[in-house]
């Protein structure tokens, strides 16, 4: 193989670091203008109030001041659209300021703009807004009792909907799921509690919006996962045409789903530009970043799972209710119905049923977050095997290979209406048993809780659904939203290679990877693709935007693409080599006459010739490029298996990782180095779930944790050593086999750990069904004598 | 509150002036008088290290210190670290061993690193750990950061012995 062949696979690093190491990097507060202005957000202190008027006159009068916009000044401004619709869900939309009502504390009531954000933050405290406070309802209990609060009095209560997933087989028969628990040797109950945290980027959100006097159209800067959306949804809100918004996306830093929505500030900070005709910026602080952007993951479930003697899982089903905060923000009900549908997990559990309640209380709205109703999922299921092992007395690893669904049995269709593509579940399994030596773990743990030390043992089996489409499925459930990537491939006159994406890197090496794939289909060096993004004017439209498993589709679109070209250049050398273009090969960065590799030209020969399109084929256009637009055939199922081994102290209640294995499989992989980091931030950030970050309400819903002294990030302390271990299994629907991997480290961390110190708490008979596991937690578990 | 202050402290080794207001912190006087954007503000309340820099050696906040502190101080930034083209060994350690995603964190984590390494060229795990304590990543999982500190260690030690 040539040096230039084979770059899918390589440990190439990463181009985008040399600007970033050197404090290069150009985020959206790094971004400054001529006559630059700054905007500040007035947020509402209660959680639940009648707003009955703001008075921004002193704020107006402040030196420095240039203009103060409230909902009164609104008329003809959209909402922010629901993105998600359910069939059967109640209409809602997100407010670009509060009219009448406020709903959560940290709701936008007014936004100023001053000529620095010192002087904005100072106009703020000067204006007077009016409440006359609710009760508020803060939990989804309260939210469902008789005579509660009702959030939007247009609801009638506060259940946005409930959906029934049936389970349903291949052929779309429903299972028979009183039969399944009729026939149960046991039946377990169990009722989880999963925290409401976030992605929480280190970079907060961030945007300068500026005006063009010259064609009236708007420039936004933005901290966008999903310039295009962002694009298409404040076309809808402001009112104006779509061809007249360009966003721009510079360096993210992280995103992890929250910069996926659209919020209020990114339409205010364009009508201030629009009416003070200069640019205004709008950077996010870290208070605000915490009441103000989505939050996610809240729900309780109350489930069951019907058990046969020999651990045969015969049934699952129960009840989710999703904690929704006050307003359902763009796909707000999209990860409770992706929890909804996916409790089977990797198992062939037949029987189900399972219905989702979209609840709304007074916080701040739920939305997108890395993992995405799945790892909410996997906590449940993964709890649900373990209490079933435990129930029928076997092994929580043997009732897994129980109940797996094999390898030859792809394509699987999932009770909740899933198609699996591949995999080889019991592999992943018995590949961490066997690293982290599970029968020794097992034997010695007798032994040592002899000697007061409480080991416990946890396995976390996950599969991760991504590359969402085809883009009809997404209609089925009413999300307004696509799957397909497109990508554009222009090969310079002189044979230099760029690549358009609409993908919005976040931090994951985006540029390289897809670099990579373009340089292996053409053959050519990697530093010799360029990689154009982050640009709605220059880049193809995304059905769907960047999430962190989204390159296996952009991949496609780039190998199909490059594909378009190669094809080309094939047709355009054959004519130039006189030769019949199926006797013409594309090989090694040019195209060669099969059997004479004399008769040879460089993409760069083939290239000069289609741009001087002096000498072409009968009937070819000139220049050499070519688009794509790739419509996932199916979803693609990566999966893996961590297992976590802790030590519990009796006496403060301390989890301690003493062991931490992962065993990946994402299907075919682009940079391992990349990967590694991938899943490894993935862990961590599941490890944060699990053991600290929390959002906490009080009753009266103001939020206690706003700032990272109250809602803790897991620091390199609390992260331990992982043991990562890579699997392939490729994807039989994606061209390349590959499949998305950016989100998988996030789903089994909080199982893992959930299990391992319910097992090594076994002899009291603690169940830790619920997240953060914190050390309070665990004490306050644990029988006090 | 108005009150312009000129303030002259020493920038990567070279002189420089400002007039802020009192109120001014010195990570924005850096960023916005000064053109610095690589000290990044991740909490501006001190927790998340990000806009570390070294003032007169050694790593502080500079979300927490006023601008007018720093008079007559000397404060190191990620982009004095470079000699003209010649990267320091933390900073080509950090993409060697792809310890850092989006980039945020790691002007802060890189500053930490130099000092650490000044003062321990040799550090072990906890040393590390302890030293990279008050530095939040969300991407990593801070497993190659710790990776790229021992490459950093290693490569710098090798330097030394030629």
């Known amino acids: 193989m040539s040096a230039n062949e084979g770059w899918i696979g390589r440990r190439v690093q990463r181009r985008e670091d040399l600007p970033l190491i050197q404090g290069k990097g150009r985020f959206a507060a790094d971004l400054t203008m001529p006559d630059m202005v700054h905007m500040a957000v007035l947020r509402s202190p209660h959680a639940h109030a009648r707003l009955l008027g703001v008075d921004t006159s002193k704020a107006r009068e402040l030196p420095g001041v240039f203009d103060v916009l409230t909902s009164a000044d609104l008329d003809g401004i959209g909402e922010f659209p629901v993105l998600w619709q359910l069939p059967g869900q109640k209409a809602s939309g997100i407010p670009v300021l509060a009219r009448d009502k406020v709903r959560y504390v940290g709701e936008p009531v007014a936004a100023v703009v001053a000529v620095s954000r010192y002087v904005a933050e100072d106009a703020l405290e000067l204006i007077e807004a009016d409440y006359d406070p609710l009760p508020t309802v803060v939990d989804v209990e309260s939210a469902l009792k008789a005579g509660a609060p009702v959030i939007n009095e247009a609801w009638g209560d506060n259940v946005a909907i409930r959906h029934i997933v049936p389970g349903i087989d291949a052929t779309g028969k429903a299972g028979d799921i009183d039969g399944a628990f009729a026939a149960a040797d046991a039946v377990v109950k169990a009722r989880f509690k999963i925290n409401r945290f976030s992605g929480v980027p280190l970079e907060t959100r961030g945007l300068v919006a500026s005006h063009d006097p010259l064609t009236h159209g708007l420039t936004l800067w933005s901290s966008s996962q999903v310039a295009h959306k962002q694009r298409t949804q404040l076309a809808s809100v402001l009112g104006v045409p779509e061809s007249s918004i360009r966003v721009m996306t510079p360096n993210l830093g992280g995103g992890f789903g929250v910069k996926w929505d659209c919020y209020p500030e990114d339409a205010l900070v364009c009508l201030f530009s629009q009416r003070l005709q200069r640019p205004v910026k709008w950077i996010e602080d870290r208070r605000e970043h915490l009441m103000g952007t989505v939050h996610a993951r809240e729900q309780v479930q109350e489930l069951e799972a019907a058990v046969a003697r020999d651990g045969t899982i015969l049934g699952i089903r129960g009840k989710i209710w999703a904690d929704l905060g006050a307003h359902i923000h763009s796909v707000g009900i999209g990860p409770a119905w992706v929890t909804g549908v996916s409790l089977t997990g990797q198992y062939r559990i037949k029987n189900y049923y399972c219905e989702v309640i979209g609840v709304a209380t007074n916080k701040v709205p739920s939305s997108t977050f890395r993992g995405f109703g799945g790892p909410e999922a996997t906590f449940a299921t993964e709890r649900l095997i373990e209490k079933a092992a435990r129930a029928v007395g076997l092994d929580p690893a043997e009732v897994r290979r129980k109940n797996f669904i094999q390898p030859d049995e792809f394509p699987w269709f999932s009770a909740g209406g899933g198609v699996f593509d591949s995999g080889n579940y019991p592999a992943a399994l018995e590949k961490a048993l066997e690293e982290v030596d599970y029968d020794h773990l097992r034997e010695e743990q007798a032994g040592l809780r002899a000697k007061g030390v409480y080991r416990g043992i946890g396995i976390g089996c996950y599969i991760h659904t991504s590359g969402f489409g085809p883009s009809f499925i997404l209609g089925l459930v009413g999300y307004n939203t696509s799957g397909y990537e497109g990508s554009s491939i222009k090969v310079d006159p002189q044979g230099g290679i760029t690549i358009y994406t609409g993908m919005i890197p976040l931090g994951q090496g985006t540029e390289t990877t897809l670099a990579q794939v373009a340089a292996d289909q053409f053959g050519v060096d990697f530093n010799d693709v360029r990689v154009v993004w982050g640009d709605t004017s220059q880049t193809p439209y995304t059905g769907f935007g960047s999430a962190g498993s989204r390159s296996n589709v952009a991949a496609a679109a780039i190998l199909k693409a490059a594909e378009v070209v190669r094809d080309k250049s094939i047709r355009i050398g054959a004519h130039l080599l006189e030769a019949a273009p199926e006797d013409v090969v594309y090989e090694n960065g040019g195209v060669q006459v099969k059997g004479s590799p004399e008769k040879r030209l460089t993409l760069g020969d083939v290239a000069k010739a289609a741009y001087l399109a002096h000498n072409l084929p009968k009937g070819e256009l000139p220049t050499l490029e070519g688009t794509y637009v790739y419509d996932p055939a199916m979803f693609t199922i990566a999966f893996g298996c961590h297992v976590a081994v802790v030590d519990v102290d009796l006496e403060t209640g301390e989890v301690k990782i003493v062991r931490y294995v992962v065993v990946d499989d994402s299907g075919t992989i682009i940079n391992p180095l990349l990967v590694e980091g991938q899943i490894q931030g993935g862990v961590a950030m599941g490890l944060g779930g699990a053991l600290l970050e929390e959002f906490v309400y009080d009753e009266n819903g103001q939020l206690l944790t706003t700032s990272f002294m109250d809602y803790l990030l897991p620091s390199i302390h609390e992260v331990p050593h992982m043991e990562l271990h890579q699997q392939v299994t490729v994807s039989p629907h994606t061209p390349g086999g590959f499949k998305g991997m950016g989100e998988a480290g996030m789903f089994s961390p909080g199982a893992a750990l959930a299990n391992a110190v319910s097992d090594a708490l076994l002899p009291f008979g603690v169940e830790v069904d619920r997240m953060p596991i914190t050390s309070n937690l665990v004490w306050s578990l644990l029988p006090k004598s | ?162």
């Open chain 2, 1 to 162: 509150m108005n009150t312009l202050h000129t303030v002259r402290l020493t920038v990567n080794g070279t002189a420089a002036e400002v007039m802020v207001e009192a109120r001014k912190t010195l990570a924005d006087a850096l960023r916005e008088d000064l053109g610095l954007t690589g000290t990044h503000l991740g909490c501006e309340h001190g927790v998340c290290g990000a806009c570390t820099v070294l003032f007169d050696g050694n790593p502080v906040r500079s979300c927490l210190l006023f601008a007018v502190q720093a008079a007559g101080h000397e404060v190191g930034t990620i982009e004095g670290l470079a000699r003209g083209d010649e990267l320091h060994p933390v900073q080509r350690a950090f993409s060697e061993f792809h310890g850092l995603q989006c980039g945020f964190c790691t002007p802060g984590m890189i500053l930490a690193t130099v000092d650490l390494l000044e003062h321990t060229p040799q550090p072990s795990e906890d040393e590390i750990k302890e030293a990279l304590g008050g530095n939040i990543c969300r991407c990593t999982g801070y497993q190659k950061i710790i990776e790229s500190v021992q490459g950093a260690a290693a490569a710098m030690a090798s330097g030394l012995a030629k």
